[in-house]
C-alpha cells in the first residue's frame, strides 16, 4: 500500500530540484494519474510550468524513494508501537528521519532478531550489573560481579557474569543510532579500500593484476574500480577489506568516540581497563563490522548509480544515431569457416532476399562472392552496405571495396555497423515471428541491415542490457538498471515519433501509453483493416481507451493521411487551436503546414487561452513550421584506413578516423579497423581537464585519433584525440618493452564475444568484461600524459603503475 504523498516530501523534491513547490505537486497528480514522463515533459508544460524531462526524471525517482521510506516509517512505528515501546521522542526521532539508513539506525534497537548473548545475559537478571558498571566504575568489576552469581540462571562465576554485562553493553553501543550515524561518516572519509591477492591466484586472476596490492580511500573510488574489485572478489581472486583509516599504533581513534558517548576514560578507577576493553570489543566485534558491511553497500550502491548513468548516457547516443533512412539495404554477417551470411532489406526494413558466401578461408571463393553481391545489389537497387563488426568483418569489408570498385555502376556505400546485441536478437522468440522460416544464422544481417536504416527501430527489438554499452553491467542491480534503461529507451522513442503504419510491435509498445498488449492490438488492426489514415482511427483499436489515446496520440505519426497534422508532433487535443491560425491567415491546414514566411508572421500570445499557455503555442508553431522534423543528426559515415586491418598494422604515431563504440568514467572507446577498439584515457581527451568524458565525445561520434602506443599480447591500443600529443617509442610489431607498456583496463576481447554485446563483458569496448581489472593503468607516453595520470590517481609516482 502507498503512503499518501505528504506536503513534506513535495517541498523536499522541489528544494532539490531547486522548482516551486506547485510544480511538484502537479507532476506528482500527472504522475499518479497514469501520465508518462514524456507526455507531461511535452503536452503539459503549462501544468509543470515548464519541468523538462530530465526534472521530471528525477522528481519521478525521488518520489519513488520518499514513498517507500514513508512505508518503511510506517511500519516500523507500527512494529515499536506493538512492543509497547513507542515514546513521543522516539516516535519524533523516526518521523525525523530523512534516509532509510538513518531509519533502520534508530529501529534496530527495536528489530525483532534472534536471542542474542545480550538478551540472554538480561534474562539472567545482569542488566543492574553492567548499568552499575558503566555508571559508578569506582566500583571494583570483578567484586560487584560476585553478587550476580546464580548457577539456575547459567552464571557460574563472577567471569560469567561480566561477559553477560559486557554482552548488554556491547549491544547498547552497537545499537546508539547517532553513535552509528556519526562513526559511518567519519569512515568514509577516512577509510580505504584495501585489495590483495589470494595466494596462487595470481595467473588465473591476472586481469585483475592491477589490484594485487592496491588501497585507495572510498571517496575517491570510480566506480570502475570499485566494480572491478568486487567482481575479483566474486571471482575469488581478490580479498577486500574496508580499513576505517591509516593503521596507528595503540587505540583507534574511533573507539575513543565511542568511549567519549558513554562517559568512559581512563582515570585509574577500578572499573576503568574493564570498560576500556568492552569499548575495545565492541568496536572490533559489532560496530566495525556493521559499518563494514553498510559501507560496502555504499560503495556498490554509489558505484552502480555512476555505471548505470554512464550506461544510460552510450545508450541515448545509440539510439539516436543518425539513421540512413529509407534505402534499399545489404546487410553483411562477416564469419570465416560458416561464411558471410548475406540479407537484402528494402526501403521500408522488409527482408526480400538472403545467402550465404564463403569467400573467406578455408573456402576462399572471393571471385563467387563479389558475383553473389554484385547481382542482389543490382536486382533489388541497393544503396547502402551495411558489415556487422565481429568476427572477419574487415576481411567483409574488403570485400565489400573490391565489390565497390568492380562495379561503380552500382553506386553503392558501404558502412562497418555495431553488431552488439544480433545474436541475442536472432535468437529471440520477437525474430522467429517477425521472420518466421529464416535461419536463426540469417535473422542476424537482416538486423545489421535494419539497424542501419533506423537504429532506433531495430535496437528496441532488444533488451537493452544486451547492447552492450555500458560498464559492469552484469554487476548491477537488475532493477535499477532496468528502470534506468526502459526509461532511457522511452524517452528517445516519444522524442523521435513512431510511424504507426510501419512500427514493430517492440517499438510500438515503447510509445507513451502503449502497453505491449496494446502494441499487438494496433498491429493486428492495421494487418486485418489496412494503413491508418487518422489518429482519430486508433480510438477503434481494441482495449485503446481514452486515456491510452490522450497519452499515445501525440507521438504517432500518420504519414500521408487525411489530415496533414496528423504526420507532426502536434497532440490532436489542440488541433483546435491550429484551426484558429487557419482561420486567421486564411489558408487551409496543408498550406499552412512549412510555410514559414506566414507562421513567423504569427503571435503565440493571440492563441493563447484557458486550456493552451504560451509554451504549447509557441511548440505548435516551431513544430508547424517544419512537423515531423526528426531530432538526430545527420547520417555520415567513417573511411578506415586502408591497410590497416589488423593490431599489427599499427604504429605510434599513425592518424586515423574512427567511430566511437562506448564511453565509460574512465575514457572512450574507439573502433580504428582492427578488430579491436583503441583507448582514448580521459586524460588524452582535451587539454583541458576533463570532468565526464562524454562531454568530448559520444558513441556513434566520428573523430580523428593519433594511435600512441600499442600492446598486442595483451590486445590494448592507447589513442588521444589530442593530435600532437608524443607518440610512445615502441619495439618492431608494436609492442613495447613489458616495463613500459600502457594498460587500458575494461577493455573487451575481439571476435565473437563482441556479437553478444554485453554477456558477461565480452563485448568489444564493453568496459565490463576481460577488463584487466576494470581500469586503466597506462604508464605514461611523455611527461605530460604522466602528470595527467599521477593527477588521476592512476599512477604511483613511487611505484609506476598501481
Known amino acids: 500500500m502507498t503512503t499518501p504523498l505528504t506536503g513534506s516530501i513535495e517541498s523536499r523534491i522541489a528544494g532539490e530540484l531547486g522548482v516551486r513547490e506547485r510544480q511538484v505537486k502537479a507532476a506528482v497528480e500527472l504522475l499518479d494519474g497514469g501520465s508518462t514522463v514524456p507526455f507531461i515533459a511535452r503536452y503539459r508544460k503549462e501544468a509543470t510550468e515548464l519541468l523538462d524531462d530530465a526534472q521530471l526524471r528525477t522528481l519521478e525517482e525521488r518520489l519513488r524513494y520518499l514513498r517507500e521510506l514513508e512505508e518503511r516509517r510506517s511500519a516500523i512505528l507500527e512494529s515499536v508501537r506493538e512492543q509497547?515501546?513507542?515514546?513521543?521522542?522516539?516516535?519524533?526521532?523516526?518521523?525525523?528521519?530523512?534516509?532509510?539508513?538513518?531509519?533502520?539506525?534508530?529501529?534496530?534497537?527495536?528489530?525483532?532478531?534472534?536471542?542474542?548473548?545480550?538478551?540472554?545475559?538480561?534474562?539472567?537478571?545482569?542488566?543492574?550489573?553492567?548499568?552499575?558498571?558503566?555508571?559508578?566504575?569506582?566500583?571494583?568489576?570483578?567484586?560487584?560481579?560476585?553478587?550476580?552469581?546464580?548457577?539456575?540462571?547459567?552464571?557460574?562465576?563472577?567471569?560469567?557474569?561480566?561477559?553477560?554485562?559486557?554482552?548488554?553493553?556491547?549491544?547498547?553501543?552497537?545499537?546508539?543510532?547517532?553513535?552509528?550515524?556519526?562513526?559511518?561518516?567519519?569512515?568514509?572519509?577516512?577509510?580505504?579500500?584495501?585489495?590483495?591477492?589470494?595466494?596462487?591466484?595470481?595467473?588465473?586472476?591476472?586481469?585483475?593484476?592491477?589490484?594485487?596490492?592496491?588501497?585507495e580511500p572510498f571517496t575517491?573510488?570510480?566506480?570502475?574500480?570499485?566494480?572491478?574489485?568486487?567482481?575479483?572478489?566474486?571471482?575469488?581472486?581478490?580479498?577486500?577489506?574496508?580499513?576505517?583509516?591509516?593503521?596507528?599504533?595503540?587505540?583507534?581513534?574511533?573507539?575513543?568516540?565511542?568511549?567519549?558517548?558513554?562517559?568512559?576514560?581512563?582515570?585509574?578507577?577500578?572499573?576503568?581497563?574493564?570498560?576500556?576493553?568492552?569499548?575495545?570489543?565492541?568496536?572490533?566485534?559489532?560496530?566495525?563490522?556493521?559499518?563494514?558491511?553498510?559501507?560496502?553497500?555504499?560503495?556498490?550502491?554509489?558505484?552502480?548509480?555512476?555505471?548505470?548513468?554512464?550506461?544510460?548516457?552510450?545508450?541515448?547516443?545509440?539510439?539516436?544515431?543518425?539513421?540512413?533512412?529509407?534505402?534499399?539495404?545489404?546487410?553483411?554477417?562477416?564469419?570465416?569457416?560458416?561464411?558471410?551470411?548475406?540479407?537484402?532489406?528494402?526501403?521500408?526494413?522488409?527482408?526480400?532476399?538472403?545467402?550465404?558466401?564463403?569467400?573467406h578461408v578455408p573456402a576462399n571463393k572471393w571471385d563467387e562472392a563479389i558475383a553473389k553481391l554484385a547481382r542482389l545489389a543490382k536486382e533489388y537497387t541497393v544503396d547502402l552496405v551495411a558489415i556487422g563488426n565481429g568476427t572477419a568483418s574487415r576481411e567483409t569489408d574488403k570485400l565489400a571495396t573490391e565489390l565497390i570498385a568492380k562495379h561503380p555502376e552500382l553506386n553503392l556505400t558501404k558502412v562497418m555497423v555495431s553488431e552488439a546485441g544480433a545474436s541475442v536478437y536472432s535468437a529471440s522468440e520477437y525474430a522467429s515471428r517477425e521472420l518466421p522460416g529464416m535461419d536463426v544464422s540469417l535473422r542476424g544481417a537482416v538486423s545489421i541491415a535494419r539497424r542501419l536504416q533506423d537504429p532506433l527501430a531495430e535496437l528496441v527489438k532488444i533488451d537493452p542490457k544486451s547492447i552492450g554499452v555500458g560498464q559492469y553491467q552484469h554487476d548491477l542491480s537488475e532493477v535499477k538498471l532496468s528502470r534506468s534503461l526502459d526509461a532511457v529507451v522511452e524517452d528517445c522513442v516519444n522524442g523521435v515519433g513512431v510511424d504507426v503504419n510501419t512500427a514493430s510491435v517492440p517499438l510500438l509498445s515503447r510509445v507513451s501509453g502503449i502497453s505491449a498488449t496494446l502494441a499487438e492490438n494496433i498491429v493486428t488492426h492495421r494487418d486485418e483493416n489496412g494503413p491508418f489514415t487518422s489518429r482519430a482511427q486508433l480510438k477503434k483499436v481494441s482495449r485503446l481507451g481514452p486515456k491510452a489515446y490522450e497519452q499515445c496520440a501525440g507521438f504517432l505519426r500518420i504519414r500521408g493521411?487525411?489530415?496533414?497534422?496528423?504526420?507532426?508532433?502536434?497532440?490532436?487535443?489542440?488541433?483546435?487551436?491550429?484551426?484558429?491560425?487557419?482561420?486567421?491567415?486564411?489558408?487551409?491546414?496543408?498550406?499552412?503546414?512549412?510555410?514559414?514566411?506566414?507562421?513567423?508572421?504569427?503571435?503565440?500570445?493571440?492563441?493563447?487561452?484557458?486550456?493552451?499557455?504560451?509554451?504549447?503555442?509557441?511548440?505548435?508553431?516551431?513544430?508547424?513550421?517544419?512537423?515531423?522534423?526528426?531530432?538526430?543528426?545527420?547520417?555520415?559515415?567513417?573511411?578506415?584506413?586502408?591497410?590497416?586491418?589488423?593490431?599489427?598494422?599499427?604504429?605510434?604515431?599513425?592518424v586515423l578516423e574512427g567511430v566511437v563504440t562506448n564511453v565509460a568514467a574512465f575514457g572512450a572507446f574507439v573502433d580504428i579497423g582492427v578488430h579491436q577498439d583503441g583507448l582514448v584515457h580521459v586524460s588524452a581527451m582535451s587539454k583541458t581537464f576533463v570532468k565526464d568524458p562524454r562531454d568530448v565525445a559520444k558513441p556513434g561520434d566520428i573523430v580523428k585519433v593519433k594511435v600512441l602506443d600499442v600492446d598486442i599480447p595483451r590486445k590494448r591500443i592507447a589513442l588521444t584525440l589530442r593530435l600532437d600529443d608524443e607518440a610512445a617509442p615502441q619495439e618492431r610489431g608494436g609492442a613495447r618493452p613489458p616495463k613500459q607498456r600502457q594498460g587500458q583496463g575494461g577493455q573487451g576481447q575481439s571476435g565473437q564475444g563482441r556479437r553478444q554485446g554485453g554477456q558477461g563483458g565480452q563485448g568489444r569496448g564493453n568496459g565490463g568484461g576481460k577488463d584487466r581489472g576494470g581500469r586503466p593503468a597506462p604508464a605514461p607516453a611523455n611527461s605530460a600524459m604522466a602528470d595527467a595520470l599521477r593527477r588521476a590517481g592512476l599512477v604511483d609516482p613511487k611505484k609506476g603503475r598501481r
Open 84 to 215: 509497547g515501546k513507542l515514546t513521543g521522542e522516539l516516535e519524533e526521532r523516526i518521523r525525523g528521519a530523512e534516509t532509510k539508513a538513518r531509519l533502520e539506525d534508530i529501529y534496530l534497537p527495536y528489530k525483532p532478531k534472534r536471542r542474542t548473548k545480550a538478551q540472554i545475559a538480561r534474562e539472567a537478571g545482569l542488566e543492574p550489573l553492567a548499568e552499575g558498571l558503566l555508571s559508578d566504575p569506582s566500583v571494583e568489576p570483578a567484586a560487584a560481579a560476585a553478587a550476580f552469581v546464580d548457577a539456575d540462571k547459567g552464571v557460574a562465576d563472577a567471569q560469567a557474569a561480566l561477559e553477560g554485562a559486557r554482552a548488554i553493553l556491547t549491544e547498547r553501543f552497537s545499537e546508539d543510532a547517532d553513535l552509528i550515524g556519526e562513526l559511518r561518516e567519519r569512515m568514509w572519509t577516512r577509510g580505504r579500500l584495501a585489495a590483495k591477492v589470494r595466494a596462487g591466484k595470481e595467473e588465473a586472476g591476472a586481469k585483475f593484476a592491477d589490484y594485487f596490492d592496491f588501497t
Open 220 to 359: 575517491a573510488l570510480p566506480s570502475h574500480r570499485v566494480l572491478a574489485m568486487l567482481r575479483g572478489e566474486k571471482e575469488e581472486v581478490l580479498d577486500l577489506v574496508l580499513e576505517p583509516e591509516e593503521p596507528t599504533e595503540g587505540r583507534s581513534s574511533y573507539e575513543g568516540i565511542v568511549a567519549n558517548r558513554f562517559g568512559i576514560a581512563d582515570r585509574g578507577r577500578p572499573g576503568d581497563k574493564w570498560l576500556g576493553d568492552t569499548v575495545r570489543w565492541a568496536w572490533r566485534t559489532r560496530l566495525l563490522v556493521h559499518l563494514g558491511i553498510d559501507l560496502r553497500l555504499r560503495l556498490r550502491t554509489a558505484a552502480e548509480d555512476e555505471a548505470v548513468d554512464v550506461f544510460a548516457a552510450n545508450l541515448r547516443d545509440l539510439l539516436l544515431a543518425a539513421p540512413a533512412g529509407t534505402r534499399a539495404t545489404l546487410g553483411l554477417d562477416p564469419g570465416f569457416r560458416t561464411g558471410v551470411k548475406v540479407a537484402v532489406v528494402d526501403a521500408t526494413g522488409k527482408a526480400v532476399a538472403t545467402d550465404v558466401i564463403h569467400p
Open 561 to 654: 493521411g487525411t489530415d496533414p497534422l496528423d504526420s507532426s508532433s502536434v497532440h490532436p487535443e489542440a488541433y483546435p487551436v491550429v484551426r484558429r491560425m487557419v482561420k486567421t491567415t486564411g489558408q487551409d491546414v496543408a498550406s499552412l503546414v512549412g510555410n514559414t514566411g506566414v507562421l513567423r508572421s504569427l503571435r503565440a500570445d493571440d492563441f493563447v487561452d484557458d486550456t493552451f499557455g504560451l509554451p504549447t503555442v509557441s511548440d505548435i508553431l516551431k513544430e508547424l513550421e517544419k512537423p515531423g522534423r526528426d531530432p538526430r543528426p545527420a547520417f555520415r559515415t567513417a573511411t578506415f584506413k586502408e591497410g590497416v586491418e589488423k593490431i599489427s598494422d599499427l604504429s605510434a604515431g599513425m
